[in-house]
């Protein structure tokens, strides 16, 4: 999907969703996004991300935030609901499949990568998140495909 069709023009930053149930590795991410000249809103859980866009059992709405989000950095351990499981439902939604699912982890377990993959996650990205893996993230949110 091009940056164009993601609602995203040449003068407007990229708006990033980034779910993480640790404080701190919410703040890292912010802070590399951030630097890296894009807007960012942050949920502490999956079930907080769900909400956000519109998406949690309930809500009939497309919600404005959702059409604004033009990807998701989603960590996969968390509890409630794994970020395998937010991006099942994100690629389930008619209205949210479109978007982006970045999983992020800690281990580096070969089934769980491949499984995202194939759940169609962009990437599965180890932690710590650097600054050169943000700003690849950022080249894809803005080039035309």
Known sequence: MSAVTMGLNSDAKPHVLAVDDSI???KIIE?????SSCKVTTAENA????????????????????SDVNMIITDYCMP?????????KIKESPTAKEIPVIVVSSENIQTR?????????EEFLLKPLRQSDVKRLRCNLTKDE
């Open 31 to 35: 802070r590399l996004l951030t630097n």
């Open 80 to 88: 409630g609901m794994t970020g395998y499981e937010l991006l099942k």
């Open 113 to 121: 990568i491949e499984k995202c993959l194939e759940e169609g996650a």
């Open 24 to 26: 701190l590795d919410r």
């Open 47 to 66: 079930h907080g991300a769900l909400e956000l866009l519109g998406l949690a059992d309930g809500q009939q709405n497309f919600s404005n935030t959702v």
